[in-house]
């Protein structure tokens, strides 16, 4: 090699290594000390081995003012590129806190524009891992619409390849709304989001709220549902972040990973104790789940948020399904605002990437309150019935007992659309509990009978024998088959065997207005 | 492994989806999950250690547990629900456990246990069997 070459050489692998430092030595040092791995270190553990290729680490920022000219920014504070996940490819974006506090500036934002082009040319997943102190405040409105390219490539983006969003560091102001976005947010101990801070909120309201209570993972889970998954640290995010790909298909044209479909499934005798004879006692259906698919594998997205409706994905015989199932144990397993969003959210993701859902019923109905008609619970509800009734996936219902009223139709009941209705033998379908029911229809009566108390019980067992079993709704063809619990697994899936090129043809449309 | 995307074959996905993603996630307990003992899939801390599958070393803050998370209202707890209380089974001076069950409501003619967010002491218990509750409710406090 001639000398002249050899330097060239040299000059590359030192250009390279000074900008893979980021912001040096000492900000990664101190990334590592405040608890986080760095942006690079993320990708790392996220990607196969040797799979990552970056694009655009020469990329320069062109703001002039405000001290910014001629300042070195590597990668412009962000790391993109592309790489792969269990030998299937992804595309990446990693904001680098290191470098100018991770804020996002035009260039920056582009870049992560541009990955996202990839990613819909391409057919495989987005993953943003952010970590950024906000806008750049010198470059002005440039900054935003660097923000304001990566929003609309969201959009354009969404139904079409799973993006996923980890928060591991701060994400504030504008910042936040692309990972709302998105359709899976991870969010770490470390990080917070919000639209407003705690500074802007004192000022304008007065109210005192330390940044972790306003924004970090309890309040972005319990409380406010935006987080789907949250994470002591970095790693765990990471491991999530490849655990749910490996539930997903990479586009909306491809079916999801079918692993290995093991032997025939046996009857599973414990199953026919699981649901407790006496109706007013409460159990937790994740055990229910936990037994049905396959390893005991139950991804539970969102599990600290509306726990009266649990939803996440497992796999049955090898094929990926989405589980939506009411909680009994929490609100009665009734219904409510936060539920029906949800479980709404929920359908939707899996309808738009191929993956049958599977619905297990207990619900007493709809949750009753002023503060719940109040919020809207018609508008929200409606959400469900509208996301089951436009899902074209394989949809196959289990009642395990009770199927009460509106709740009942809600569950994704044969009406709104279910291919495969199952009921367990205690399964209870009615429009009302038997008490209300006698209530309505024989208010008259009692009112004028004089011993109230045997009349009442009388009618009330008369009405529990003849609607509160599943046979009813059996002959009337609302319920497929009345199966034993024990061979629930065998039954659901041979019906995802049968199912599975289930074709569904709906009306041309510009799209249906799911009422938000 | 094949280059094109979506090309590998599908058993090589699965060999790689159980091993390299499952593996890890290898469930004993049926109903262990990752939020129960997310530690068990994080790896052992060290400067150099890289023969543990991880292709970083992972540093040791990075790893260090914290207490979890309390938020000023947790002290509170309220009922989920508008019911009849039947059974209390705490008293001011207990120690209580996050999710521990620590009242139950009737309500939806069903049975709801009620219980505490975090870890703590009851300060004051608020109601008695019998009692009727509306929505969020105050039922006990935890000091």
């Known amino acids: 090699m001639e000398a002249a070459t050899r330097e060239r050489m040299r000059e590359l692998t030192r250009a390279k290594e000074r900008l893979q430092l980021g912001g040096g030595a000492e900000r990664l040092e101190k990334q590592h000390s405040s608890g986080k791995l760095t942006a690079r270190e993320r990708l790392a553990l996220l990607l196969d081995r040797k799979s990552f290729r970056e694009s655009g680490l020469f990329a320069k920022h062109n703001a002039r003012l405000f001290g910014m000219d001629g300042k070195e920014l590597p990668a412009d504070g962000v790391v993109t590129g592309r790489g792969r996940v269990a030998g299937r490819l992804v ?306 219902t289990v009642i395990l007992r009770k199927a009460y009223g509106g709740g009942y139709i809600a569950m994704c009941s044969k009406e709104l659309g279910a291919d495969c209705t199952l009921a367990w033998p205690a399964a209870e379908i009615a429009v009302m509990g038997a008490e209300s029911a006698v209530e309505v229809l024989y208010h008259r009566e009692l009112a004028a009978a004089q011993d109230n108390g045997s009349r009442r019980r009388e009618l009330v067992q008369q009405f529990s024998d003849t609607f509160a079993t599943p046979y009813v709704a059996a002959g009337l063809r609302l319920v497929d088959d009345i199966i034993e619990p024990a061979e629930t697994r065998a039954q659901l899936a041979e019906a995802l065997e049968a199912l599975a090129n289930k074709r569904d043809w709906r009306p041309q449309k510009k799209h249906g207005l799911i009422p938000l | 492994m094949t280059a094109a995307a979506g090309a590998a074959p599908a058993g090589a996905w699965a060999r790689q989806g159980r091993h390299a993603i499952q593996g890890s996630h290898e469930l004993a307990d049926p109903l262990a999950r990752w939020v129960l003992e997310p530690a068990r899939h994080a790896p052992e801390a060290g400067p150099t250690k890289r023969d543990d599958g991880l292709p970083i070393a992972i540093p040791e803050p990075v790893l260090h547990r914290r207490p979890p998370q309390r938020l000023p209202e947790d002290t509170l707890c309220r009922s989920p629900i508008a019911g009849v209380v039947i059974a209390v089974m705490v008293a001011a001076g207990q120690e209580v456990k996050c999710r521990q069950p620590a009242l139950v409501i009737e309500a939806m003619k069903m049975e709801n246990q009620v219980s505490p967010e975090v870890d703590g002491v009851v300060k004051t218990v608020c109601v008695a069997p019998g009692d009727a509750v509306k929505a969020g409710q105050v039922l006990f406090e935890l000091a």
């Not at chain 1, 996002?104 to 934002?109: D, F, K, L, R």
């Not at chain 1, 709220?209 to 309040?219: I, K, N, Q, T, Y």
């Open chain 1, 91 to 396: 595309h990446v974006a990693s904001q680098d806190f290191t470098v100018a506090g991770g804020s996002a500036g035009e260039v920056h934002g582009s870049k992560i524009a541009d990955t996202m082009k990839g990613s819909l040319k391409t057919g495989s997943p987005f993953i943003f891992i952010n970590d950024s102190g906000g806008a750049r405040v010198q470059e002005g409105v440039a900054s935003l619409a660097g923000y304001a390219r990566i929003f609309y490539q969201n959009v354009m983006l969404s139904g079409v390849v799973p993006q996923i969003s980890l928060i591991c560091g701060p994400c504030a102001g504008g910042a936040a709304y692309s990972p709302a976005l998105t359709d899976f947010i991870i969010q770490t101990r470390d990080a917070q989001m919000f639209i407003t801070g705690p500074s802007v909120i004192k000022q304008v309201t007065g109210e005192i709220v330390s940044s972790e209570d306003l924004g970090g993972p309890r309040a972005q889970m319990n409380k406010s549902g935006v987080a789907h998954f949250v994470t002591e640290n970095d790693v765990e995010a990471v491991k999530i972040c490849q655990r749910l790909l490996s539930f997903l298909p990479s586009n909306n044209l491809e079916e999801a990973p079918r692993l290995d479909a093991g032997g025939t499934p046996r009857d599973d005798d414990d199953l026919n104790d699981m649901v407790p004879a006496d109706p007013k006692s409460g159990y937790d259906v994740k055990k229910i789940i936990a037994r049905v698919v396959d390893r005991s594998d139950f991804l539970e997205v969102q599990a600290d948020f509306a726990r009266n409706l649990v939803v996440g994905f497992a796999r049955i015989r090898g094929r990926s399904v989405g589980v939506i199932a009411n909680q009994p144990a929490v609100l009665a397993g009734a219904l409510d605002i936060d539920g029906s969003d949800k479980g709404a959210r929920f359908v939707r993701f899996c309808n738009a990437f191929n993956i049958p859902l599977i619905t297990f019923v207990d619900i007493p109905g709809f949750l009753p309150g002023v503060d719940q008609e109040y919020g809207g619970i018609i508008r929200h509800g409606a959400k469900l019935l509208f996301a089951y009734s436009a899902a074209t996936v394989p949809k196959i």
